[in-house]
């Protein structure tokens, strides 16, 4: 078994609490109504989301820690069709740090990181 490590940092302008909670505390609400096109819907499990309608038909994401006050969370994703080739687990471990003007950094970019950025800012007294 190999391990792959990718790591990136997207910046924006929304403070480190308020994109946490969107970002990840809510992202069950927040990201079926931000991506419509690629998530139908998120389901919480036994504290274990599951993504549904991606290109992919599901998979599961175990939830292995997560830190409010310093605003990291760490998840395994343990099934689903994503796994192809030998892959047995994939693992993410996510940080909103707080960036110099006032805005923060996500430790470990994705494009839907942009999508909650656009729609926090869109709706600023719901987060």
Known sequence: MGVFTYEDEVTCSIPP?????AAILDSDNLVPKIMP??????????????HIGSKFKSMTHRVD???????????????????SGGIESISHELKVVASPDGGC???????????????????????
């Not at 096109?37 to 599951?50: D, F, G, S, T, Y």
């Not at 820690?65 to 796994?83: H, L, M, R």
């Not at 470990?108 to 990181?113: C, H, M, N, S």
């Open 37 to 50: 096109q690629a998530i139908k819907c998120v389901e919480i499990l036994r504290r274990r989301p599951i």
């Open 17 to 21: 609490a308020k994109m946490f909670k």
């Open 65 to 83: 820690a997560i830190d409010k006050e310093n605003f990291t969370i760490s998840y395994t994703v343990i099934d689903g069709d994503v796994f």
């Open 105 to 127: 950094i996500y430790k470990k970019g994705l494009a839907l990181f942009k999508a909650i950025e656009a729609y926090v800012l869109a709706h600023p007294d719901e987060y």
